[in-house]
Structures are given as structure tokens and as C-alpha cells.
């Protein structure tokens, strides 16, 4: 699907057709290798590198905002360069924060529904992250890992009361988030009513609609998308899904969803089955970030959530993303080798 939805794209732009398959390919390689290590580190020592990993994490968000360091791209500051890779510390985030609950609510079951000693270490972590992404700034990522750290705290044991307070608390943060941003709030105008600006902020999101009606039942056969040749924005990356709609009809996207569901509902199984809070928890996380990140991707490519930039797990071309998921299936892989249901 990758080569599919690029291949006019790249040949246009780098006169290469392969060029983002090629990279892709790369990618998913270094990918594997990640995830065959996560697969094979000690779940102990895992547990142990919670805090250096969380450390690691917060110092290169840092560094990512230092102007010559970080690379800016439309004006976001979200990237490394290396070399012909692009590094996105906060994909590296999303799991930082996840291996650090696990560890952090796994020492402190006793204590965690208390606020001080509990529940507020944990969201002054969490909320040094937010803040880093945010200057960024990506609103997105931002709120996804919020989600699944505060998913775990709940599941760990944090008092429900606490959540509902600090909820209530970023309310009026997040209002300013979203409508003091003029790109944000035209955003937001173009979900609630992409035909007032068809042309402009709504463009993206009506040629989606275009690409997945244009499917129907079988589709219109896998490479003859119309959609990919320059009309949809992003077809190769955060609109993917719209291109197997009209490739491969609601049969194709029929199918792409179930496999989630399965992943879900066989990782929600090994969660509760594991052996320990921490791996408990730390699968839960996976399952929680692989699960809202398809969910806000299909969502705002079918026009039922506001416009998001944010890449179809596993399917959408991407560097960053990818290495960093399938090291993350290396450590509920990893969590699979020692659960009862294997056994």
C-alpha cells in the first residue's frame, strides 16, 4: 500500500518511484531488530532502565527545541537528522512514558491513591512531557500519551477522584490549545464543516471522503487510486487508510480494522494474564497506544475526529514511528513469553 499511494508522488518529486518503499523497507528492518531485542532483554532489567529511559527521553525533547540542533520542518521543531533518517523523540516518548508508569505504579501500589505520594509524582512527570511536546509543538502526541498514562494510573489504582480533578484542571489549558491557534481552530471549523472552506482548510479532509466513497464494496483495484495522483494530501502517510478504502473497498478497510480489534483483543487478554503489575501494566500501555493512535488515524480520515497528523500503526510509511512500535511489540512480545496463556 506504501508503494501504491507514493509511487507517482516519488517519481514526480525524486525521480524514483521506489523512493519511499526503499526507505520504508529500512525502516521497518531497523524496526525488527529492535524488536527482536526488546524480545530478548530481561523484563527485570527493563523495569530497572525505567528511569534512564524517562531521563533519555526528557533530555532529547529538550534538545530537539535548541535551534541548529533540532530540525524544524513547517514550522514545528520535531525532528533530528540522522543522516538520511529523521528521528522524532517524542515517538521515543510515547514509550518512555509507558515503560515508566508500569515501573512507577508497580513500586508504589500501595501508596498510589494517595495524592502526594502517589498520584502527583506521576502527573508532574507526565505533565514535564506535555509541556516539552507541546512547545514543539504537537498538540496530538501530547494528549495521546496524557490518555494511556492516565489509562495505567486508573488500572494501577489511582483514585478515580484524582483523575476527574486534574481532567477538570487542563480543561481551560486545552481550550486555549485548540482556539487561540489560528491553524488549530481552523482545524477544528473544517471538521465541524469542511464544505465552508473546500478549497482551503477543508480540502484535505473532502478528498478523503472522495478516495473512501469512491471504494464502495471491492474497490477500484489494488494501484488505480485517482486520490493518490496529487488530489489527497499525505497518502502515503497519515491518509493511507483512504487509499485502501478506494483501492480495496470497505472489504480492504474492513479487514485492516478487524486485524486491530484482534491485536486488541488478544493483547488486552495477555495484559491481564501476565505475571507481574509491571508487565501487566506496561502491556496495557502498548495495547492503549496502538489502539488510540488507530483509532484518532481512522477517525480523522473517515471526518469523524478533527484533523490530526497522526500515521495508521504499522501501515503508514514512517521512520520514527515504526522503529518505535515494533520495539514496542519486542516488549509485549516479551511479556507473551512468560504469560500463563503461553504456557
Given at each position: 500500500m506504501i508503494y501504491s499511494a507514493s509511487a507517482i508522488y516519488a517519481y514526480s518529486n525524486m525521480g524514483d518511484s521506489l523512493y519511499f518503499l526503499k526507505r520504508h523497507l529500512i525502516y521497518l528492518g531497523i524496526g525488527l531488530v529492535m524488536m527482536f531485542l526488546a524480545m530478548s532483554i530481561d523484563i527485570n532489567r527493563l523495569k530497572q532502565l525505567a528511569k534512564p529511559i524517562i531521563a533519555a527521553s526528557i533530555i532529547l525533547l529538550i534538545l530537539v527545541l535548541i535551534p541548529h540542533i533540532g530540525k524544524e520542518i513547517a514550522g514545528a521543531k520535531r525532528w533530528f537528522r540522522l543522516g538520511m533518517v529523521n528521528f522524532q523523540p517524542s515517538e521515543l516518548a510515547k514509550i518512555a512514558i509507558i515503560v515508566y508508569m508500569a515501573d512507577f505504579i508497580?513500586?508504589?501500589e500501595v501508596v498510589i491513591k494517595k495524592l502526594l505520594l502517589g498520584y502527583v509524582p506521576a502527573i508532574m512527570v507526565l505533565g514535564l512531557m506535555v509541556g516539552l511536546i507541546l512547545l514543539e509543538p504537537d498538540l496530538g502526541t501530547a494528549i495521546t500519551i496524557s490518555i494511556i498514562a492516565v489509562i495505567m494510573l486508573f488500572v494501577g489504582g489511582a483514585r478515580p477522584s484524582h483523575i476527574f480533578v486534574s481532567f477538570l484542571a487542563s480543561l481551560p489549558a486545552l481550550?486555549?490549545?485548540l482556539f487561540s491557534v489560528p491553524y488549530r481552530r481552523k482545524r477544528i471549523m473544517a471538521f465541524l464543516n469542511p464544505w465552508a472552506d473546500k478549497r482551503g482548510t477543508g480540502f484535505q479532509i473532502i478528498q478523503s471522503f472522495v478516495a473512501l466513497g469512491s471504494g464502495g464494496l471491492f474497490g477500484v483495484g489494488l494501484g488505480q487510486s485517482k486520490q493518490k495522483l496529487f488530489y489527497l494530501p499525505a497518502s502515503h502517510t497519515d491518509f493511507i487508510f483512504?487509499?485502501?478504502?478506494?483501492?480495496?473497498?470497505f472489504v480492504g478497510t474492513a479487514c485492516v480494522v478487524m486485524l486491530f480489534v484482534l491485536f486488541v483483543w488478544q493483547g488486552m487478554k495477555v495484559s491481564f494474564k501476565a505475571?507481574?503489575?509491571f508487565e501487566k501494566l506496561?502491556?496495557?500501555?502498548?495495547v492503549s497506544l496502538i489502539a488510540l493512535e488507530v483509532i484518532i488515524n481512522i477517525g480523522v480520515t473517515a471526518g469523524a475526529l478533527p484533523t490530526k497528523g497522526l500515521p495508521l500503526p504499522f501501515i503508514s510509511y514512517g521512520g520514527s514511528g515504526l522503529i518505535f512500535h515494533l520495539t514496542a511489540i519486542g516488549f509485549f512480545l516479551n511479556i507473551a513469553k512468560t504469560c500463563e496463556t503461553y504456557q
Open positions: 508497580s513500586r508504589k481550550y486555549v490549545l483512504s487509499i485502501i478504502g478506494e483501492e480495496l473497498g505475571i507481574g503489575t506496561l502491556g496495557l500501555g502498548i
